[in-house]
Nanobody, 123 residues
Framework: QVQLVESGGGLVQAGGSLRLSCAASGSIVIINAMGWYRQAPGKQRELVATIGLGGTTNYADSVKGRFTISRDNAKNTVYLQMNNLKPEDTAVYYC?????????????????WGQGTQVTVSS
């Protein structure tokens, strides 16, 4: 299985910056895609950004030009640099990875979620 530990959330004023980190550990064979999602109160969880094993990135239109996703494969860690934050970015941010892991029955692929980290942007 995979354990994900997120950090870096907090309270920031509009226009400010935060950097989220998510470190994966466990019986990992390889991590394919890594990504960040967010869920605001009363809304559905939505994709923020993803990054493939080779570094290909994908962003929600609402964060393009402000957020940057990156990964360190040696550390099994994904980052989200968030600049020029807006009040509408306020949400719980969740890390997600698509990973192959070693299990008793062999190598299995699955999707794993972090516990979430709160990001609050004040106006």
């Amino acid at each position: 299985q995979v354990q994900l530990v997120e950090s870096g959330g907090g309270l920031v004023q509009a226009g400010g910056s935060l950097r989220l980190s998510c470190a994966a550990s466990g019986s990992i064979v390889i991590i394919n895609a890594m990504g960040w999602y967010r869920q605001a109160p009363g809304k559905q969880r939505e994709l923020v950004a993803t990054i493939g094993l080779g570094g290909t990135t994908n962003y929600a239109d609402s964060v393009k030009g402000r957020f940057t996703i990156s990964r360190d494969n040696a550390k099994n860690t994904v980052y989200l640099q968030m600049n020029n934050l807006k009040p509408e970015d306020t949400a719980v941010y969740y890390c997600n990875v698509d990973a192959a892991t070693t299990q008793a029955i062999g190598i299995r692929r699955g999707a794993y979620w972090g516990q979430g980290t709160q990001v609050t942007v004040s106006s």
